[in-house]
Nanobody, 116 residues
Framework: QVQLVESGGGLVQPGGSLRLSCAAS????????MSWYRQAPGKERELVAL???????TYADSVKGRFTISRDNAKNTVYLEMNSLKPEDTAVYYC??????????WGQGTQVTVSS
């Protein structure tokens, strides 16, 4: 059974930093596009950052220059480094794995709360 397990969420003050991790298992991680999404209360889930199988990255405008996505194919793990956090970054963050042929998987989510 495919697993995506997120970790690293928590409570942080505005301006602080967090690093999220997503450990993947039971699929060929290196072939998949890996992404981070987030969903705030009362809002739709939105794409935060994406790392292609080839290593290229894409970011939502709201996080450009503050967040960095990276992947370690040897460890089957994708990371999201979040700096200069703002209250509006508060959301549940989800890891996503997607392949055009083999389908899509989601993690269970990890809560990030930015508050003083």
């Amino acid at each position: 059974q495919v697993q995506l397990v997120e970790s690293g969420g928590g409570l942080v003050q505005p301006g602080g930093s967090l690093r999220l991790s997503c450990a993947a298992s039971r699929f060929t991680f290196s072939l998949y596009v890996m992404s981070w999404y987030r969903q705030a209360p009362g809002k739709e889930r939105e794409l935060v950052a994406l790392a292609s199988a080839g290593g290229s990255t894409t970011y939502a405008d709201s996080v450009k220059g503050r967040f960095t996505i990276s992947r370690d194919n040897a460890k089957n793990t994708v990371y999201l480094e979040m700096n200069s956090l703002k209250p509006e970054d508060t959301a549940v963050y989800y890891c996503n794995a997607r392949h055009s042929v083999y389908g899509e998987y989601w993690g269970q989510g990890t809560q990030v709360t930015v508050s003083s």
